[in-house]
């Protein structure tokens, strides 16, 4: 009896397991059938998409499925959530172990990252240049993240164009305004800060201590990259990058920037009113407006200008993510989805303006009213026709195969500087790491 | 009195350190219950957005789902790990073959390599059994670990080879040996192991990540991790998120909290 209760048990854990082995595996089947067809074949009505963020990019996204069935009544855009990071880590996964079988039709990807993949694994895109998408009806400095020797495999989404912006009522307490702000140098802004100090005792900007994103955004406006046009890397020899190193040690040593440890304490920096401002991609609108009790009191101006370097302009860019066609998808519906909805739809860069804070690339989609509709939180200002303007001006970035390498370095290099060390030796190392890691 | 005086500063040290160790735990609790902005602002009281939280939880994410399949996986996990695991360290202690200990060496190096290093190839052989998205394939990676067989080795140890020779004697088949004589001696090697084990496969994160590309079949660790990677982090509902993730794993260790410990310091005396 004992032994027969022994092997129902047995029995009955191998079934219980095994079925739910089937069950999940018999989705899996679904799933690569409804993925992706290959090209040569008749075009599907599905396309699987990856990408992250169900506030912006995923409700982009369902808003472009909604454009798109439209025309096509029976299109369906399968989405799969997946954060940016475990994005990268399925690609690296997938391009490693020659499965592409599993990619979807469409991912998205940070910009700068696309030549990284797209030089690596060139295996996981397809070529989009003769897409039909209209690539000349987005700012150069856009399309060249996802450009590689000529080629185009991106179709850019989200912008990144940095504003700089800033508490108006702070401002006010220190007896300025937003215009003494607009247009000016950063020895300005730092002479500006230094009264805001005075007056308020509140710093104006706050960063994570170590990550190099303010100074990268400063070496952007002034149409420096930490690549040269051969993929070279630039990081000594680069009198935009030093002068930006040094505007960012004056304005920690004079208390202007305050220095956090994570991401986190960065927002709660700004939700909490500890700071004067943030310089940031306009993504950041999305977070500083958490702070409802502070509706009407922000305001965006454009960046200050390195001093003294050649072609600094009031523009920059951090972050902003393209739409890229994968080496598995059913190229043509991916690409007439692209051209008909974030290449093409005016009335889906209308809807998701309002909806997410989406500021388009597609310039067409500038001269639409939305854009120039005041917005209550930033105090009336109309900002997103503000952020088209700066949009414009963005020079671009070379990223190339090792942006994050040489990134990393640079913040390695600068944490370095502020305890201490001499710039241009620890430049130096930055540089050689970058050029170790090429070799 | 003088002996309870001088345990006043061991109590003021273990309460400090008690208070250290609840203290994320509470801020956990409270923070579910407040504004993004609150938790931001490190608000320690409880507030009302409780049920706000809740809807801009499930409002994107389908937490049922993701409940569903951690709770699959860590089950399956850990029901297959304590069976294989158990009769590999019962093994190695109790039979004698002269290759033995060479081969729990080689588990015990097998220990020492990182899991990125065998994550490909492992999802190439998962791909090419067309099991990428299932259970089985969550979990088969993780049932056979060194701790386990070395825990349960270490356990069958203090178990009394006397025990398992009478038992031979009266005719006792060898496997019944193990499920009948050693299962119930060992029970809070198993509670012990059964902890651990839910623990980590609950938690396991890159490996899921990978092999489940659907993400309809997302677990829990991998729900949260959504959570962080948009440009406007919900902090309240993210806390609530990683309360909910946490209850399983808080019952499941005060449940089999008293053999958790008599696994580890040894249950035969």
Known sequence: MKKLRTGMALAATATFALSLAACSSGGSTDDASGGASGDGEAMGNSLTVWAWDPAFNIYALQEAEKVYQADHPDFTLDIQEVTWEDLQTKLTTLAQSQEFGELPDIFLMQNNAFQKNVINYPDLFTDITDSGVAFDEFPEGVTAYSTVDGMNYGVPFDAGTAINAMRTDILEEAGLTLDDFTDITWDEYIALGEQVLEKTGKPMLSGIAGEPDTILMMLQSAGQSLFDDQGNPTITDNAALAASIDLYSEMVEKGIYLEVNSWDEYIASIVNGNVASTINGVWISGSIQTAEDQSGLWGVTDLPAVDGIDGATHYSANGGSSWAV???ADVALAEDFLSATFAGSTELYDTILPGAGAVANWLPAGDSEVYSEPQE?????????????????????????????????????????MGGADPATALGEAQSTVEFAMN | MTSKLREVPKYAFLSIVALLSVGPLYFMVVSATNTSQDVLASSMLP????????????????????????????????????????????GFEVYHSPNKDRLMWVLMLAMMIPFAATMIPLFQLFADLGMVNSAFAVVLPVIATPLLILLFRQSARSFPHEIIEAARMDGLKEFSIFWK?????????????????????????LWPKVILVNSDYQTMPMLISNFTGGYVIDYGALMLAVLIASLPTIVIFFVLQRSFVAGFTGVVK
């Open chain 1, 326 to 328: 994968s080496s598995n």
């Open chain 1, 377 to 417: 939180f930033f105090g009336g200002q109309a900002i997103y026709a503000d952020v088209l303007s700066f949009a414009a001006g963005v020079p671009a970035n070379n990223t190339g195969a090792y942006y994050y390498e040489a990134r990393d370095a640079v913040g390695a290099a600068i944490t370095q500087i």
């Open chain 2, 47 to 90: 507030g009302t957005n409780l049920l706000a939280n809740w809807q801009s939880l499930t409002e994107f994410q389908d937490v049922g789902a993701a409940m569903y399949h951690s709770t699959v996986n860590a089950v399956l996990t850990t029901v297959l790990a304590l069976v294989v695991s158990s009769i590999a360290g019962y």
């Open chain 2, 181 to 205: 004589m050693f299962v119930p001696t060992m029970r809070p090697t198993y509670a012990a192991a059964a902890v651990i084990t839910f623990m980590a496969a609950w938690n396991n994160f």
